[in-house]
């Protein structure tokens, strides 16, 4: 029976074992508005104007890829975010946060605007990464005012062929956005060792999947978080 002395939800999911980060037990869950409501026995949730069996089935809370790609603008026959959020969505992932090696890289106000339009199609929440880069510096501020959710970096070559920053440039990028405190997420990878090491294999005819990691040993990652010299 529910309890008519308690708020009107939108959902109620009834029969399923509710799995939390440090146990799991069989409840039901309210949700209002977006949000949980309530968690626990069947009987004691609100009325709801719509209910869902979900016996024999796990209720996991939502889950958050910090890490993703969906290529768009500049690049959408390999990905774009109708696609690459309904992917997320099918998969149980509610939040994305969208790396900005696209075209154009998402490092100045317009082309963050760009990818803005583009993401109207998502079907989950998502965050946006802004790209720190020897030519964005400048545009860092307007960038964290306009709403990116942290900024990447990438020290070596990758999608996209966005040259590698100076470590000075690293710097001078780290304090303006230490100041905000947003994170920075690093492609730590050595470029100049591997910019040698993919010459030397295309040079004996490799391009197989194998070359790929033999163009970076695991030294090109430690000397770069070591603080190797870059330029």
Known sequence: MSNPAAPLADLVISGATVVTDTSSFDAAVAIKDGRILAVGAHAAMPSARETFDASRLHLLPGAIDVHVHFREPGYTHKEDWQTGTAAAAAGGVTTVFEMPNVDPPTGTAEALAL??????????????????????????????????????????????NLPSPSTGAMLEGFEIIAQHGLRIALHAETASIMARREKRLQAAGRSDPLAHLASRPAVVAVEAVAGGAQH
């Open 115 to 160: 990818k803005l339009e583009a993401a109207k199609k998502a079907h989950v929440d998502y965050g946006l990464y802004g790209l720190l880069a020897e030519d964005t510096i400048e545009n860092l501020e307007t960038l964290i005012d306009d709403g990116v959710a942290g900024f990447k970096c990438f020290m070596g070559n990758t999608f996209g």
